[in-house]
């Protein structure tokens, strides 16, 4: 069975310090990861995918297969990106691919 | 390019009435499609995954049917709402084959009194 465990439910940091959202998962194979955001009254968008290996709005997410993780980090937090961060692993169940996500972190950037 | 729509936006039902939420996916074809229910706290629950016309799976037991008329068409429904149906409901479609990155609609906010 697959598992994604983010366990910061809240998260507050101040504007200009680096921010670290966790993630860690479980899953038998070779895991597909993302980290979805929805800010507020706006619809769950992806952020970025692992495959990539991309920065999008200053975020970075390097998957540690050793330690199961995909934590998602920026160096200088802005308050625009006070949202809903979910973590989200792809693996088989049976034979169809599922999308798991885990269940969030509220990160509030303060002024 | 590829947009998804859901409605209604929010509904607000009395328990024991029927149900019938509807996603529309434009700019593809035969996408996979989905449904999860967002709970606060507690994330995204999938409920109803479809890899083509009439093929539903299922992923959680409950009071909640899924139907795919049509290639680009996925249905929420229900004969009869229980209290516990209340929640955020969102539908999300992926390419076929590739990686398996979902794209959601804006959601529905249902409300059983």
């Known amino acids: 069975a697959q598992r994604v465990t983010q366990p910061e439910k809240l998260l507050s940091v101040f504007k200009g310090a680096p921010v670290e959202l966790k993630c860690n998962y479980s899953y038998s194979g070779s895991p597909e990861l993302f980290w979805y955001v929805q800010y507020s009254r706006q619809r769950l968008q992806l952020l970025l995918r692992h495959i990539s290996r991309e920065s999008i709005k200053g975020f970075t997410a390097d998957l540690n297969k050793g330690e199961t993780s995909f934590h998602l980090k920026k160096p200088f937090a802005q308050e625009e990106d006070s949202a809903m961060y979910y973590c989200a692993l792809s693996g088989y169940s049976g034979s169809a691919r599922q999308l798991t996500f885990g269940s969030g972190t509220q990160l509030t950037v303060l002024p | 390019s590829q947009t998804i729509h859901q409605w209604p936006a929010t509904l607000v039902q009395p328990v024991g009435s029927p149900l019938s939420l509807e996603c529309t996916v434009e700019?593809?074809?035969?996408?996979?499609l989905y449904w999860y229910r967002q709970a606060a706290g507690r994330g995204l629950q999938l409920l109803f995954y479809?890899?083509?016309?009439?093929?539903i799976s299922s992923e959680v037991p409950q009071n909640l049917s899924a139907s795919r008329p049509q290639d680009r068409q996925f249905i929420l429904s229900s004969k009869k709402l229980l209290l516990s149906d209340s929640g955020f409901y969102l539908c999300?479609?992926?390419?076929?084959?590739?990686?398996?990155?979902?794209?959601f609609g804006p959601g529905t906010r249902l409300t059983v009194t």
């Open positions: 700019g593809t074809s035969n996408p996979n």
């Open positions: 479809s890899v083509g016309i009439g093929q």
């Open positions: 999300a479609w992926s390419w076929t084959g590739g990686t398996n990155e979902q794209y």
